[in-house]
């Protein structure tokens, strides 16, 4: 059975724990940063950025408020990104079948600049990043070594406030629909984030644009819904 996170953001305080775990276990460095008018930072993923949590400063019923959003891979039941580079090189990202990990390797690089960029397009959360440098592709592995030994990630070890969550997929959508359940009382627009797509499921207060972007597959009028990324996905890749 897959494994999924279950992240509650009525509990992120935005402490930034799960960011700096992620950099600690992977033996990721720092990133140079300047001030951009946010106390997040820094300001996007990059290929030695895997966790991020975003701040949004939003008006909600005319009042401010602050929205915390600790972006990651969301590991897709059926990956776009993999489909798409399956055209070209099946090793390049794989599906790891105990856990439901998509995994980006070492044969990354062997995939043209273009191809590269098509896998970057596929993704409906604007996730993989390429470094110039070496012409891999990165991104969160769910933590695939410390997962294997009977850990959790580490960015799910470190979270102070019990929002992050980690096990077999059927205990985790359980304990979302719980909490859902329990927040709805003072969140009433709260709900649960592309849940039948992703092991990652965010449960959100408000409204997924608010947060960012891509917070949700089709967030943005102007991204791709999952339904035509996979689309996508299958026009370059015909025989899948
Ligand atoms: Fe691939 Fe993007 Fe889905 Fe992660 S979120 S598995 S990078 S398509
Ligand atoms: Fe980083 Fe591991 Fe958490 Fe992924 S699961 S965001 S790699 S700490
Ligand atoms: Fe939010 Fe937990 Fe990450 Fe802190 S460690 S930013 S509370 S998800």
Redesign the pocket.
Known sequence: MDKTFFIDLTRCTACRGCQVACKQWHDLPAEKTHNFGSHQNPADLSFITYKLVRFSEVEVGGKLKWLFFPEQ????II????EVADGYNEQAILRDETTGA?LFTGLTETLSDDEKQEVRE????D??RIDKETGLLS?CDMCIDRVHNGMKPACVSICPTGAMNFGDRDEMLALAEKQLAKVKKSYPKAHLVDTDD?NVIYLAEEDPKLYHEFMAADASPSTPTMGRRRMMAKFLNPLR
């Open positions: 891979c969301r590991h897709c990956a776009p990104c993999k998509v596929a993704c409906p959360y996730i993989p991104k992703v």
